[in-house]
């Protein structure tokens, strides 16, 4: 396989996981509710859905989920918890974005200079962004979750008989980034492979020549 075909590929890939990352964390489509009843019509829509940031409830309102500003004193254990796992989802994944950043400007310069050590490196350390981003939407589908099972503690189950609920296209945008952060990853391990039997073969030539 030809190393700049490799190397492209791999940039490409880093390129795509940022984007879709970023689109990820700034849309608001990462957990949706619908709460309307079948053959719904009224002027009332129960649905909302919610980001990182933000819940939208039916056409336009909107309320700020705020994690950090929270009066901790008021809260039960539970809500502590969750306020706690949704912290640390805000906060690992737009750090995951920054090192992709980081690690987009490594492998071009590890690409350019065509060393396997280096090319080595920047394929663990956009392994290690993969594993940020993982860890964030999975912490993120845990936090979701245990917050569905307390809201279904409080509230009566003939309340929630026609409630729906489900992961949205921002989620799968972010699985989608970690996928391509592994492959921008496996990519540039194989680009080092690649320059590393081409300097074994050059240094056998020309010893051959000698």
């Known amino acids: ?25 700034g ?7 619908d709460g309307n009843k079948p053959n719904h019509t009224g002027p009332n829509d129960l649905s909302s859905h919610s980001g990182l940031w933000r819940i939208i409830e039916g056409a336009n309102m909107s309320s700020v989920i705020s994690s950090f500003t929270a009066n901790m004193s008021s809260l039960s254990d539970t809500e502590k918890h969750l306020l706690g796992l949704h912290k640390v989802v805000v906060i690992v994944l737009p750090l995951s974005l920054v090192l992709l950043v980081l690690g987009w400007i490594f492998g071009l310069v590890s690409s350019l200079a065509r060393s396997p050590k280096l090319l080595a490196a920047s394929a663990c350390y956009f392994l290690l962004c993969g594993l940020f981003t993982l860890s964030g939407v999975s912490i993120y589908i845990k936090y ?10 409080i509230v009566p189950p003939e309340n929630l008989a026609f409630v729906q609920v489900s992961f949205g296209w921002s989620l799968a945008l972010a699985w989608l980034s970690y996928s391509l ?21 050059d240094s056998g030539v020309a010893i051959a020549m000698f």
């Open 144 to 153: 979701s979750n245990q917050a569905m099972e307390e809201i279904q503690r």
């Open 181 to 201: 952060e592994v492959a921008a990853g496996l990519l540039l391990l194989l680009a080092a492979r690649i320059t590393q039997l081409k300097g074994h073969y």
């Open 1 to 25: 396989m030809k190393y700049g075909l490799v190397v492209l590929s791999a940039g490409l890939s880093g390129l795509l996981s940022f984007t879709f990352l970023a689109l990820a964390i």
């Open 27 to 33: 849309t608001d489509y990462w957990y949706i509710i």
